[in-house]
DNA sequence: TGTTAAGCGAGACGGTACGTCGCGTCTTAAT
DNA sequence: ATTAAGACGCGACGTACCGTCTCGCTTAACA
């Protein structure tokens, strides 16, 4: 019955953070200067974003931008797609950043946590929908189940870009994937 | 001349730290109230640890217990017993929390990202005993690699249990292992 | 040819406020707090009291009782039952509150001194009277005036109670009332 | 053992705040504002006054001047002088909305209302002395008593003055010094 | 007897001040 | 010279109230 919130204030204090996360760091989007910015009230921001974080993962969030799943022809090139895909993202010291503190708030927080379970389940779509084009062809067993094939195909390179920030180069995704198709291959 | 760091003072205010974080989360272990816990000022916290985070970090790392290594006979029953100590380690909120922590810390500061990889290289320790064990058995397949063999091992579990929050059963783990085994063998 | 202001929410508001007054002070009477309490919209408060001061002066002014001035025969009766009357009004806590915010406001506010000024008129009222009477009956000096014989009669129990805080005893009212009338007598 | 208060700070925050109040009212005298004009941080405000009323009363208290109490040889000279000082003084709006503001807390807070009475107390100094003067010299009934005597002097000017708002001139002045006179006289 | 302008509740909005917390530095006295 | 204690400048936090504004809904006065 009342005011709806406003779309457009929304989309200024989205659009201030990100600028803001883009040039100093997710550190420096504080709600004050994301207030400064963008000319909308500070109440403005806790009405919408209930805290600080929030307002981050939002504007991180609406960065995100949706990722298509084209059928390359094969489990290989399909994998292999994706996995670049990832490590254009994840190359990102930002992305990290806000990755690291999405799974901090996911460490105290089981409301956020489950909100945060759902970005991941969006992220995995594509791998999931290779995974099952890779059955469909008979290029993976079945018996191992999509879910556990997904991941395993993550498992590496999440273990390595994401957890132990060392890149990878082209080489080592070939070697990588090698070893994923053969252990996934009926 | 002078007198020394007091080796004293160092402990009172790693065990308060300890304790705070373990009840209240490594948010809580603020300088101010590990000064006020401790009864140790302020000054010398910053004279010991440059400083907030070095505190935790410290916390943390003092708590990490050393992991033997004992040989299980094979590379899977040795795989097994590690990726159970870990999920002993890591299904704790606390650890997780601190560890995204950590994470974003490394993710925005190249100095500690340093640090934190030799804290990851400790822990990896004993999974690159019981790789190059699995080699010399002649399980593993040499030309991979102990380090991407690592990262194979490790792979899933990350996903699963440290990125998307899941716990994983005992029987999960050993459909895991067998994708690894078959993915690492010659 | 629209719709007149509603007086049964005026009537919700001001006993609204006048509750929250009593409960909590004035300053606890807020737009918001009235707003909650009343179940009147905000708005609505804003369109029947311009602003938030008002709504309190209003509804302060709600609570004030009529005063009548029964002739007791003489001058020192008439004005005994006036200042016990005062004490009466001015012993209480809430009173002197809203007072002091009342003085405050007109301090710095021309417009309100006005209104203000009103209201201190209207209680002045009943001392006007008795003095009147008092001239008639020849116990007071017609050269005095009756504006400052009022404000010499008011003087010293608005000195004690009002601003310095003192209460004062039934003894002290005829010693004041004596020299009043002393020096009031032709 | 610690570190004191810094005399220096408390001395640019009172100075800064006594600016304000001057410029534009005590209502401009925020904690905000007096961080931004004295260069002190609003952490160190609250360490030296708890609260914002605090500072505006400390920065009050520390402005008003001592008056010496010279003796113009009869009673009447002396009260004189000494309501046309304070007709001076009330003049002045920001007195009176500082005043109005005092009172106001005094009336919910007992323990701010003992400081009040204090300052109150060493205002009245003045006055004392002056009716003292006037019963040494014969000029005053000693039986009235000087605290009643000085409610009676204070009254008419304080009522019209500080509560009617109206100011008033030297003709009346000397009528309302007639009546008091009359009613203090032996 | 409709219109229709205004009142109404709800509550979002831009502001400004509030009082608190944590940081890392600095000052003091005591050991 | 190190310590405990804690003040200092800084700047973010989240909240409260202010007075204005949009929303639909309802209602009284006029046509």
Redesign the pocket.
């Known amino acids: 019955?009342?005011?709806?919130?406003?779309e457009?204030?929304?989309t200024?204090m989205l659009r201030a953070a990100q600028a803001i996360i883009s040039a100093d760091g997710l550190d420096?989007?504080?709600?004050?200067?994301?207030?400064r910015c963008s000319?909308?009230?500070?109440?403005?921001i806790?009405?919408?974003f209930?805290?600080?974080?929030e307002l981050g993962i939002a504007a991180i969030d609406d960065m995100i931008e949706e990722v298509a799943t084209p059928d390359h022809g094969s489990l290989r090139a399909d994998l292999r797609s994706i996995v670049l895909g990832f490590r254009g993202v994840v190359g990102h010291d930002t992305f990290r950043q806000v990755f690291a503190s999405m799974l901090g708030r996911a460490a105290r927080d089981p409301e956020f946590a489950k909100i945060f379970a759902q970005t991941q389940e969006m992220r995995h779509e594509p791998l999931r929908i290779a995974i099952q084009r890779g059955i469909a062809r008979g290029e993976v067993d079945p018996e191992i189940g999509v879910e556990t094939a997904m991941y395993f195909v993550q498992g590496p390179f999440v273990a390595k870009r994401l957890i132990e920030l060392v890149d990878f180069t082209d080489r080592e995704v070939d070697v990588f994937l090698d070893l994923v198709i053969k252990a996934l291959s009926p």
């Open positions: 019955m009342a005011r709806p919130l406003s457009d204030a929304r200024k420096a989007c504080t709600v004050d200067e994301v207030a000319g909308v009230a500070k109440t403005t806790y009405r919408h209930g805290n600080a974080d």
